[in-house]
């Protein structure tokens, strides 16, 4: 840490800085520590446009590799650095993107016609196009939100994708509901708040909970930094929120699952409080040659608890089917 000389005194101020931005402006010092992790990693925060429409993403590596780039899509509310705990643990040659999805972070907002899952399959096409991405096949995983708006994907563009991950997707009917599911009913026709939104500290804590098997033990000054960069944006998490739980949105994945031709990987954490588990058996009844992992003792935040299992997972897969690609090109 650099320490600077001032009429023989030595003043601390980078100590000073981080003191003063964690007492006072936690979020902006949670915003910091991400850009220094993406600088660590390697990761280069980048825009492309689709006409007036702006994507914000951030890449490592260059397509063309041994394995299929990657493209990576976040969950709801979250954004892009969500995923940076999983790429720590991916091999530093290995081409990936991740995404901010409509209307996250830096990403355009517009309004309710791109926050629907197929709006937002659209604008991802958009995306893959304004970054030649689909000059050959990619991987792509989804999680949650994310994983609903991969599978769809998958549906709609099969040609563009050398196989697919969802990892706890949304978009099922699933054989067993959790209560959070049961909630959503309650929640589409009254005021009641919304549990993955919170406003409060205690809901934040709650949301957590919800996400995560595994308390976090985050120090109150993370909390707050946490709830200060998402206040700002709820009423558009309520917008997006309300908008992926309507009926032409909440069985997008399952009502897609036919036409999915692509090798499928499914991840999904036993403990998950917000999607159950049981979908992973719908997957694997509707798409027979899909490859199913449960991980125990592990709940809907898979990349945030279970990061290097899911990087490790990722890339065996890839490999896998790298293998059998060469296999049915010898065959044939």
């Given at each position: 840490m650099e320490l600077i000389l001032?009429?023989?005194?030595?003043?601390?101020?980078?100590?000073?800085?981080?003191?003063?931005?964690?007492?006072?402006?936690?979020?902006?010092?949670?915003?910091?520590?991400?850009?220094?992790?993406?600088?660590?990693?390697?990761?280069?925060?980048?825009?492309?446009?689709?006409?007036?429409?702006?994507?914000?993403?951030?890449?490592?590596?260059?397509?063309?590799?041994?394995?299929?780039?990657?493209?990576?899509?976040?969950?709801?509310?979250?954004?892009?650095?969500?995923?940076?705990?999983?790429?720590?643990?991916?091999?530093?040659?290995?081409?990936?993107?991740?995404?901010?999805?409509?209307?996250?972070?830096?990403?355009?907002?517009t309004g309710p016609e791109d926050y629907s899952i197929q709006g937002q399959v659209t604008r991802i096409h958009q995306f893959v196009q304004s970054i030649g991405l689909d000059k050959r096949p990619f991987h792509l995983v989804?999680?949650?939100?994310?994983?609903?708006?991969?599978?769809?994907?998958?549906?709609?563009?099969?040609?563009?994708?050398?196989?697919?991950?969802?990892?706890?997707?949304?978009?099922?009917?699933?054989?067993?509901?959790?209560?959070?599911?049961?909630?959503?009913?309650?929640?589409?026709?009254?005021?009641?708040?919304?549990?993955?939104?919170?406003?409060?500290?205690?809901?934040?804590?709650?949301?957590?909970?919800?996400?995560?098997?595994?308390?976090?033990?985050?120090?109150?000054?993370?909390?707050?930094?946490?709830?200060?960069n998402r206040i700002p944006n709820n009423d558009f998490y309520k917008e997006v929120f309300m908008e992926i739980v309507r009926e032409k949105s909440r069985h997008s994945l399952q009502e897609n699952l036919h036409l999915i031709t692509s090798p499928v990987q499914v991840i999904w954490g036993t403990e998950d409080q917000v999607v159950d588990v049981s979908g992973a058996s719908v997957l694997e009844a509707a798409l027979p040659n899909c490859q199913v992992v449960l991980l125990d003792n592990c709940g809907h935040s898979v990349a945030l608890e279970r990061p290097r299992k899911a990087a490790n997972l990722i890339m065996d897969f890839l490999s896998a089917q790298e293998v059998s690609c060469e296999n049915t090109k010898k065959l044939s």
């Open positions: 001032l009429s023989g005194g030595i003043l601390v101020l980078p100590v000073f800085a981080f003191i003063t931005s964690f007492l006072f402006w936690p979020g902006v010092l949670l915003k910091a520590y991400n850009w220094f992790w993406r600088y660590r990693l390697g990761l280069v925060v980048r825009y492309s446009h689709s006409g007036s429409y702006r994507f914000c993403y951030c890449s490592r590596g260059t397509p063309g590799g041994a394995t299929p780039s990657l493209l990576l899509l976040h969950g709801f509310s979250a954004t892009k650095d969500m995923w940076l705990p999983v790429v720590k643990h991916l091999p530093k040659g290995q081409h990936l993107v991740c995404v901010d999805m409509p209307g996250h972070e830096g990403t355009c907002r989804g999680t949650s939100m994310g994983g609903n708006v991969a599978g769809v994907y998958a549906a709609r563009y099969p040609a563009q994708l050398s196989g697919v991950t969802l990892v706890c997707p949304a978009g099922l009917v699933y054989p067993t509901e959790t209560e959070f599911i049961r909630r959503l009913r309650a929640i589409e026709n009254t005021q009641e708040s919304i549990p993955l939104i919170p406003s409060t500290p205690q809901e934040l804590e709650d949301m957590l909970k919800l996400c995560c098997y595994s308390p976090l033990n985050l120090p109150r000054q993370v909390m707050r930094g946490l709830l200060d």
